[in-house]
Every structure is written in C-alpha cells, then in structure tokens.
C-alpha cells in the first residue's frame, strides 16, 4: 500500500487552475521530491496534501484512506499523522524551542508537563540538538533552526513530512548536514518524507524520487529517479537541470 496516493487533483485559487490531473503515489519510507521553477505550484501541492487548500476535483489517499471524502474528524486524525516544516521554519520566537515543540503535544496529546518534557528531549536529541529547551530561536543558526523546526514537525511521531525548502537559506556544508539528517529520520523512524527543494546538489544526494511539475503545463512533466530522468526523461528542460553541475 502506498503512503499516499493522489488521483487526478485538480488545485485552483477562485478561477484559476493552477495544477490539474495530478496523479502519482508515494512508498512508505520515501524521500520524495517536488522540483519544477517559481510559481509552478509546488506549495500549492503541499498546501492541497496537507489540507490547507481544498482541490475541486480527485481523490487523495493516505494508508488507503480516502482523506477527502472522510468527516471532520477523521481528517483530523490523519492530518496529526502528518509533520509540516514550512520554509522559514516558522518557530515562534518569543517562545523557547522546548516552548515550540511543546506546542504540538499540548494541541493534540494529553501528555502531562513531566511526559512533554521528555517528549522535547528525545526530539531535540533526534535532531542532533539535545540540551537546547532553554535557546530562542534567535540564539541558533539557521542550520540549527532547521533541525528545531524539524524536531517540532517529529513531535507527534508523524508517518508522513512535509518539508518546504530545507536548505533555503543554508550555506552548501549546513545544507548538506540537513540532508544527512533526513535520510537518518528516515532510516531510523521509517518517515516518509515529501519535500520541496530547488537544490540540485540534495536532489542528487537523497532523493529516492523526483516528481517535476511545470507552469505552462500546470501537471507533472517527470516522475521518477533522479539518476533516471537525468539520462531519459523526455523533457530536455528536465534533463538539463539534472545534468548541470
Ligand atoms: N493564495 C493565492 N491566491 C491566488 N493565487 C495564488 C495564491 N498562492 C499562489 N498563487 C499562484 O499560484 C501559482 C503557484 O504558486 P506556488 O506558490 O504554489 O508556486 P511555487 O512552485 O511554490 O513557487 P516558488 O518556487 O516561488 O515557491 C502562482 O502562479 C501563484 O501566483
Ligand atoms: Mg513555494
């Protein structure tokens, strides 16, 4: 069964379609990529797969389940199987990072403060940042803040994430750190990882699956393994991006 499933999505803002007959499933585990140039409607997709924006057409499936057609509340169960990681990693900043990744468990958990510390902890040790409750987000690095972002978004235990640009922003070496990172989330918890990414060096490094969508188009102009579309997709556009370097 796969982790999820779209059939035939169709995503608008009032009249104007910005994806349409998107269809493609995503394995259990994977490190699944969307790529594609400015404005083609990548976070559009996400906002769609995580909730935020109702599709007017097709079907998406999590673990089998239809999540449109599913109540209120069923949703809302699946949708705290999900962790999301918006771009600017989006920690609140007058809170801690403890204060941050305690947010998640006191919405949805009925953990108390002795359970949600401990909780804290063994994300932030999951990360690579064990010790930093006490920190504001100011007081880290922006690799830091991605691991923090990245600990909140593990908070519930998800089986899917969702990552808007990971290494926006980040210097080659901390990117390349953050994508270890994920791959090591990923072996270890088994978290399947759906991520928006510009970065051709981590596309190349991680990435088990590259879906590239288009503007013109408005759908999928390339779905498969980067190493597969760099020498046969039938998109040249796609074939030169993933052979620059
Ligand atoms: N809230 C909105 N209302 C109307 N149109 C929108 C809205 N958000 C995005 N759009 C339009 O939808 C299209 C896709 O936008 P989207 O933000 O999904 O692109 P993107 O691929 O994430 O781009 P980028 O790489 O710059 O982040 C664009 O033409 C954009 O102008
Ligand atoms: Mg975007």
């Known amino acids: 069964m796969s982790a999820i499933r779209l059939e035939n999505i169709r995503c608008l803002y009032e009249e104007t379609i910005v994806l349409e007959n998107i269809s ?27 909730g935020l924006l109702k599709p007017d057409q097709g079907d998406m499936f999590y673990f089998g389940k239809n999540f449109l057609s599913e109540d209120v509340e069923e949703q809302r169960m699946l949708l705290k199987k999900f962790g999301v990681l918006y771009q600017s990693s989006a920690l609140w900043s007058s809170m801690t990072i403890g204060e941050n990744i305690s947010l998640p468990l006191e919405e949805y958990t009925t953990l ?60 080659p070496v901390t990117s390349k750190e953050i994508d270890k990172l994920i791959v090591e989330v990923r072996d270890t918890l088994g978290t399947t990882m759906v991520i928006v990414s510009h970065q051709l060096s981590s596309i190349l490094r991680i990435a088990d699956r590259v879906l590239v969508l288009d503007h013109e188009t408005r759908g999928i102009i390339a779905d498969g393994t980067p190493y597969e579309l760099a020498s046969n997709s039938s998109d040249q556009r796609v074939r030169n991006f993933l052979n620059q370097s």
């Open 24 to 50: 493609f499933a995503v394995d259990e585990g994977e490190l699944f990529f969307i790529i594609g140039g400015s404005g083609c409607g990548k976070t559009t997709l996400l906002r769609c797969m995580i």
């Open 112 to 171: 108390n403060k002795k359970d949600r510390r401990e909780v804290i902890a063994l994300k932030l040790a999951q990360v690579g940042l064990a010790g930093a409750e006490e920190l504001y987000p100011s007081e880290l690095s922006g690799g830091m803040r991605k691991r923090a972002g990245l600990a909140r978004a593990l908070a519930l235990d998800p089986k899917i994430v969702f990552f808007d640009e990971p290494s926006g922003g980040l210097d």
